[in-house]
């Protein structure tokens, strides 16, 4: 019955109203001209219901005129109609179609790209080699081969040992397992000394293959060397034998630096004036929109985003790049002695620190301000606890 | 005239057994399908189903009535509608109470 009714609908057809008093004369000669009648029901003593195909109506007429009732059509339904109702509004049917391009568009690349599991590798360095390889925020889908980007970012990476990529909906998905790197192998058969990486102090000193060459309380050089590989023989017939020196040299080592006391502070001061350039910005793509040139010649930048969201965190993935330049100007400020100083040992501080080596342990820390020549001078001094041996092959420097 | 001739042929089919339902019947026709004669089925009393129907007399809410080769077939009942209507087969729907040969 359902197929029936959805033959009719795709066929069309219309309800009619026979008015007459011969409407079962109209019907009989209809049903003898092979005109379907369906859904048929009196109204009243004169009119009469029913459905009819299109094609049947045409027919109907001369049946009508030969059992003279008025054929009224009270409604048009089914396909064919709805398609020539359609056929008009050429706007609506140019949205349906670019609607329907641009879901096709929108999902056929990639929207986001997400990496898990790796800790050694940075997920920036991922992202960079994926791309390299043509896959970003935006890029096709059907031209990412996964295969090839998992191949491809495993040569590239050792430290992975799998590498799983797939492409689910508008996601790239890369998932990533890092392996556990074997243990360093110490190259015994190579044989060598172990040498000072920097001046100092030795505190304690314990060879683990070699021989000791310095003592507790020794001060040492730059690349003197600390446990030898050379092993002598007390019996010089013997000849010698050379080892692969290793060792722990915990030393006191000093860092220091000395540096001008300023007396005048140039800062920089934002002057109130602005300037803004905007682009529009979609996935990873910039486009920049005409807004004139940069007129400042000393100037900062601050760069922000203004993106559409809608509720409190989805984000939508194009919006508005606003780049605001500031006008600044330099602005000279004499200090006094003593914020000339805090400023000038901060300075120091953070730059000793920066040469210090991460596993030295800072015990000490003392400072000198020395004048020479009407300037002022700050000496920092540090003193570290650390390891000092370094291995280094014979002949080496 | 020539309706009237045609009439009076049906009516002697009518009494006598034709050739054609010799012939029929010899060869395990149905007789629905071979004979004139008309096959009306009812499901509950909501459906009737008439087949080898002439033509409609009469169609209302109360009354439909059926011409046929054997006399015209009356169906009273109550919201009667015709729910399909071909040269070949009525089906009428409805309250339906009685069915008759009158």
Known sequence: ?397 | MKRKKKQGRRKEKKDSVTIKEKVSKLLEIPDEVATDRPKITTMGRKEVFVENYKGIIEFTNEIVRINSNHGVITITGHNMKIKEITCDDIIIVGDIENIDYI
């Open chain 1, 1 to 397: 019955m359902l197929l029936i009714r959805l033959w009719h609908y795709l066929k069309g057809y219309v309800i009619i109203i026979v008015t007459g008093i011969y409407a079962e004369r109209f019907i009989n000669i209809c049903t003898r001209r092979q005109i379907l009648l369906w859904d048929m029901e009196r109204l009243d003593q004169r009119t009469v219901r029913m459905k009819m195909s299109i094609r049947g109506f045409k027919a109907s007429r001369t049946a009508a005129r030969k059992s003279r009732c008025r054929v009224r059509i009270e409604a048009k339904k089914g396909f064919p109609y709805l398609i020539s109702r359609y056929k008009k509004r050429k706007g609506f049917l140019a949205g349906v179609v670019v609607f329907a391009v641009i879901i096709y568009a929108m999902t056929s690349i990639i929207w986001y790209i997400e990496i898990t599991g790796n800790n050694k590798v940075g997920t920036d360095v991922l992202i960079n080699q994926i791309n390299e390889m043509g896959i970003y925020r935006g890029a096709a889908k059907r031209f990412i081969n996964p295969k090839l980007v998992a191949d491809t970012l495993m040569l590239k990476n050792s430290e992975l040992s799998w590498v799983g990529v797939e492409v689910k909906g508008t996601g790239l998905y890369i998932t990533v397992k890092e392996g556990i790197e074997p243990p360093a192998i110490v190259p015994y058969d190579e044989p060598c000394n172990v040498v000072a990486k920097t001046d100092g102090m030795i505190i304690s000193i314990h060879a683990k293959n070699g021989l000791e060459m310095v003592r507790k309380g020794d001060t040492v050089t730059k690349g003197q060397v600390l446990i030898s590989g050379n092993l002598e023989s007390f019996y010089p017939e013997f000849g010698e034998k050379q080892v692969h020196a290793m060792g722990e040299v915990i030393a006191r080592t000093w860092y220091e630096i000395k540096k001008e006391i300023p007396g005048k502070r140039v800062t920089r001061v934002r002057t109130g004036k602005e300037f803004n350039k905007y682009s529009i910005y979609f996935l990873d793509f910039l486009i920049p929109l005409p807004s004139g040139e940069n007129p400042f010649e000393l100037f900062e930048t601050v760069t922000y985003d203004k993106t559409p969201v809608i509720g409190n965190r989805f984000r939508l993935p194009f919006g508005l790049t606003v780049q605001n330049f500031f006008e600044v100007e330099e602005q000279v400020t004499e200090l006094s002695s003593e914020e000339a100083r805090e400023l000038a040992q901060a300075a120091a501080v953070r730059e000793l620190n920066a040469r210090i080596p991460e596993d030295a342990e800072v015990v000490d820390q003392q400072m000198q301000i020395t004048k020479e020549n009407r300037k002022e001078y700050i000496t920092v001094i540090m003193e570290c606890v650390e390891d000092i041996a370094m291995e280094q092959e014979f002949g080496g420097n």
